[in-house]
């Protein structure tokens, strides 16, 4: 398994941007598809983008698709999210994770095998 450290979360207004970038080390980091989870107090952790080893496919859910763009630095170990035009319904802890399995395109907890700390976002109205 990788360790992964997710940074880059905070306090924004509705409106506004963040970028969450996750840290890989331990691993091959380009043996891995990587993806991004949120959880919203009360809810079940969902999932939000996915990218595959070397950044060429990309996939999103309905609820960011056109708001959020997943990406990765190979050379960095790098996994970043770039939010933009955030709603308070994003508030959420952000978690990174990765899988290495065989297909990349994988949107649910169990096929990740490595998970972040996680990072808070918090979206003020």
């Known amino acids: 398994q990788m360790q992964l450290v997710e940074s880059g979360g905070g306090l924004v207004q509705a409106g506004g941007s963040l970028r969450l970038s996750c840290a890989a080390s331990?691993?091959?980091?380009?043996?891995?598809?990587m993806g991004w989870f949120r959880q919203a107090p009360g809810k079940e952790r969902e999932f939000v983008a996915t990218i595959n080893w070397n950044g060429g496919l990309t996939y999103y859910a309905d609820s960011v698709k056109g708001r959020f763009t997943i990406s990765r630095d190979n050379a960095k170990n790098t996994v970043y999210l770039q939010m933009n035009s955030l709603k308070p319904e994003d508030t959420a802890v952000y978690y990174c994770?990765?899988?290495?399995?065989?297909?990349?395109?994988?949107?649910?907890?169990?096929?990740?095998?490595?998970w972040g700390q996680g990072t808070q976002v918090t979206v003020s109205s």
């Open positions: 994770a990765g899988h290495n399995g065989p297909l990349w395109l994988r949107v649910t907890i169990n096929d990740y095998n490595s």
């Open positions: 331990g691993r091959t980091f380009t043996s891995y598809h």
